[in-house]
C-alpha cells in the first residue's frame, strides 16, 4: 500500500503537469481523483495500522471504526472532487480548447498502468473491509476514467472534436460518484449504528427462538463495530431454571449467531418464566402476554 501511495503520488505530479501542457481538462480532472487516490491509499493504510491496535482501557472495542471512518472521509472528498469537474466540464463545454491529444493518449496508457497494478495489489490481500474496498473502488473509477482519456483522445486525433475532452470529463465525474455512493452509504450506516446489510433481523429473531429452552426474544438490537466486526444484544424469554442449564441454552445461542450470521459479541440477558419473587427482586412475566413486568 505504501508503495502504491509513492506511486500514485509521483503521477499525480506529472499528469498536473501534462495536463497543463495538454490543456486537456480530463487530464487534470484525472489527476485530481488520482489526488484523491492517493489520499485514500494513505487513509486507508493508516486505518489497517490503527485496527490492529489492540483494544485499551479508553477504546474497549479497539479501533476497528478507524477503516470505516478512513472510508467515509475518501468518498466524500470524491463526491466534492467530482462536482468541481462537472462545473468545470460546463464551462470548458461552453468555450472548447485546443487539446495535445497525443500527450493525453501516452498519460491515460500511464494511468491504466499504474491504477491496474494497483488493483492487483489490494485485491492480493484479500482483505474485504469497507476501507479497502473504498481505496479499491478509488482505483476502479480512475482506472476507468483513465479508458475513457484514451478514448476521448483518440476520437480527437481523427475527428478533431475538442469537446469530447470536457464531454469526457463529466463522465468520469458521474463515474466517480457511482464508485463513491456505495461507500458513503455503508460507512454511514456503520458510524450511525445501523443493521448490518447482511443480516435480517427476522432471520436473526427466529434462530434464536429456534434454539431448545428460548420462549421469545425482544429488544434485539445488532449494530457493527467495523466492516466485518458485528455486536449483539438482545433480551431472551425462558423457563425457571438453574444457571447451569440456562448456560447450556447461552452456548446454543451463541454458536447459531456465530455459525449463521458471524456474530461474535453478543450480550443475551434472560429473563425467567414465573420466577419466586426473592429477596433480590426478580422480573415477574405474564406467559399469556409474553411481556415483562417490573414489580
Not at 502504491?4 to 489527476?31: K, N, P, Q, Y
Not at 479497502?132 to 476521448?152: F, K, N, Q, S, V
Not at 425457571?240 to 451463541?254: A, F, K, T, V
Request: aromatic share 8%; with cysteine.
Amino acid at each position: 500500500m505504501i508503495w502504491s501511495l509513492i506511486a500514485t503520488s509521483a503521477f499525480v505530479a506529472i499528469e498536473i503537469i501534462a495536463g497543463i501542457r495538454a490543456h486537456s481538462l480530463a487530464l487534470i480532472s484525472d489527476a485530481g481523483h488520482n489526488a484523491t487516490d492517493a489520499l485514500a491509499l494513505l487513509l486507508a493504510w493508516f486505518a489497517v495500522f490503527m485496527q490492529r491496535r489492540p483494544a485499551d482501557e479508553s477504546r474497549t472495542f479497539g479501533y476497528h471504526r478507524a477503516g470505516v471512518l478512513a472510508a467515509f472521509v475518501n468518498a466524500l472528498t470524491l463526491g466534492v472532487l467530482s462536482c468541481w469537474i462537472l462545473w468545470e466540464s460546463w464551462l470548458r463545454f461552453l468555450h472548447p480548447v485546443a487539446v495535445d491529444d497525443r500527450l493525453m493518449l501516452w498519460v491515460a496508457l500511464g494511468a491504466v498502468a499504474l491504477n491496474g497494478g494497483v488493483m492487483l495489489g489490494i485485491a492480493r490481500t484479500g482483505d474485504k473491509s469497507v476501507n479497502l474496498r473504498g481505496a479499491y473502488m478509488h482505483m476502479l473509477g480512475d482506472l476507468l476514467g483513465a479508458i475513457g482519456i484514451i478514448a476521448g483522445s483518440l476520437i480527437m486525433r481523427f475527428t478533431g472534436w475538442t469537446t469530447a475532452d470536457p464531454i469526457l470529463s463529466a463522465i468520469i465525474a458521474i463515474l466517480i460518484i457511482w464508485t463513491a455512493w456505495d461507500i458513503i452509504r455503508e460507512s454511514l450506516n456503520i458510524l450511525l449504528e445501523g443493521k448490518p446489510r447482511s443480516i435480517e433481523l427476522g432471520a436473526v429473531t427466529s434462530a434464536i427462538r429456534g434454539v431448545n429452552g428460548v420462549l421469545d426474544v425482544h429488544d434485539l438490537h445488532i449494530w457493527s463495530l467495523g466492516s466485518e466486526s458485528h455486536a449483539l444484544s438482545s433480551h431472551v424469554l425462558i423457563d425457571d431454571m438453574p444457571p447451569s442449564r440456562s448456560g447450556e441454552i447461552l452456548d446454543c445461542i451463541n454458536h447459531v449467531l456465530s455459525d449463521r450470521f458471524h456474530i461474535h459479541h453478543t450480550t443475551v440477558q434472560f429473563e425467567h418464566v414465573g420466577c419466586a419473587i426473592s429477596d433480590s427482586g426478580c422480573v415477574i412475566v405474564v406467559p399469556e402476554q409474553q411481556h415483562h413486568h417490573q414489580h
